[in-house]
């Protein structure tokens, strides 16, 4: 492993971006089950509520409320094509680092497993701040991350742990596509990274990008934060 | 990339973002595509209060598309007259229907009168009416941003970063 000085843009273009791009259509046949922290979250927006999926993925959060209109993107375009499906939503490619977005307008925004592939703390912390700063005031966040804790899952990562991992994803041998070319080499294994979140450490991320943590917790394997823009320290003169 | 989500957007840049030059982003070289979509009457109208229609008809202009009003229009033109109003004659009523069904959201909804051929037009500008091939340019540093197979991508060169 790296250490953190050497990571940063380039290598999550490696080891996160490139990994996506590849594995998007079998990844997306992957995920369909929502977690139930960010369907409740979702589900009780008022009608009319207008927001932003940042790292959509395939967009799998997009069906859940049609009464509210979310801008989704995601950093892989196959992703994002995949993701732009859903009506009546939208999808775009953008980077979490620099959305095209208008500042202090949205009355939410969803970060699901997103921020944990960036890899060091200030560029998850920006992260963060990117997507705060596009909420209205009052308007909120929730963000979603991999926990080191997760002694139940099979991975058998838990508290003291390394924090900066490699998770492979591996893909089964070829279907149909491509058959000529892929037939007899089984399957193939990408390598992403993961910045496992210890207990605490999203609330500290929140608030060092300028946000104040509404509610947190934690939902099988994953720690999540509901945060709010902090309020602009108002001049008492 | 349907019209409602350029209201949404601006310059990815940072010393874009906050200038009022950067919005609405100008599309050149738009091939347009209608794509069909359900109408959905009551999300036309709780997103309308969100919709910057001096930008929207700015849009409509460069696309070469019907002139918008001035104004946006207001809610009760959205709508034509409840059919329970007893000033209109029975003949003329029109079947709301149940569109929107399972918004579960308070009173007074699903008391609408049937769509105005007003909320008809928005949903097609809004959200038909696609560009599915073209750019779109920041009017603050001039940075065009491609759009492909209805995909509008805003990642930037690393020199623009
Ligand atoms: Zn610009």
């Given amino acids: 492993m790296p250490e953190s000085d050497s990571r940063g843009e380039a290598y999550e273009a490696e080891h996160v971006h490139a990994v996506y791009e590849q594995i998007a259509a079998h990844f997306s046949s992957t995920r369909y089950k929502p977690w139930p922290i960010v369907s409740s979250f979702l589900s009780t927006l008022p009608a009319g509520s207008i927001g932003l999926d940042v790292g959509c993925g395939n967009g799998k959060y997009l069906a859940l409320n049609p009464s509210i209109y979310t801008l989704a993107s995601d950093r892989s375009t196959n992703l994002a094509k995949i993701a732009a499906s859903h009506q009546p939503h939208s999808a775009i490619v953008a980077d979490n680092l620099a959305l095209p977005h208008p500042l202090k307008t949205f009355d939410f925004a969803i970060s699901i497993a997103v921020v944990h592939h960036l890899s060091t703390v200030e560029r998850r912390r920006e992260a963060v701040g990117e997507i705060l700063a596009m909420l209205r005031e009052g308007g909120r966040a929730l963000v979603y991350v991999w926990a080191l804790e997760q002694k139940g899952s099979r991975r058998g990562w838990d508290k003291g742990g390394e924090q900066d991992v490699m998770v492979p994803w591996v893909m089964k041998g070829p279907k149909q596509e491509k058959p000529a070319k892929r037939r007899g080499k089984g399957e193939r294994t990408f390598q992403r990274y993961y910045h496992l979140y210890r207990k605490g450490e999203l609330e500290e991320d929140v608030v060092a990008a300028g946000g104040t943590v509404v509610e947190s917790g934690y939902e099988k394997d994953n720690w999540w934060a509901i945060a709010t823009p902090r309020e602009a320290e108002v001049s008492t003169a | ?161």
């Fill in chain 2, 1 to 161: 990339m349907k019209l409602l989500t350029l209201n949404f957007l601006t310059c990815a840049r940072k010393a874009c973002k906050s200038t009022t030059l950067a919005f609405p982003l100008r599309p050149k070289d738009a091939e347009l595509e209608i794509v069909e979509a359900d109408l959905e009457p009551l999300f036309i109208r709780n997103i309308l209060p969100r919709v910057e229609w001096e930008a929207l008809r700015t849009l409509c202009q460069d696309l070469g598309l019907p002139q918008l009003p001035p104004a946006a229009p207001e809610p009760a033109a959205l709508f034509a007259p409840n059919p329970s109003d007893p000033s209109i004659p029975s003949d003329k009523l029109v079947r709301p229907g149940k569109e929107g069904e399972g918004e579960g959201e308070g009173e007074g909804e699903g008391e609408e009168g049937a769509p105005t051929q007003t909320l008809k037009d928005l949903h097609h500008v809004l959200l038909e009416t696609t560009i599915r091939e073209g750019k779109l340019v920041c009017g603050n540093c001039g940075h065009a941003y491609a759009v492909k197979e209805g995909i509008a991508n805003f990642l930037l060169p690393s020199h623009l970063v």
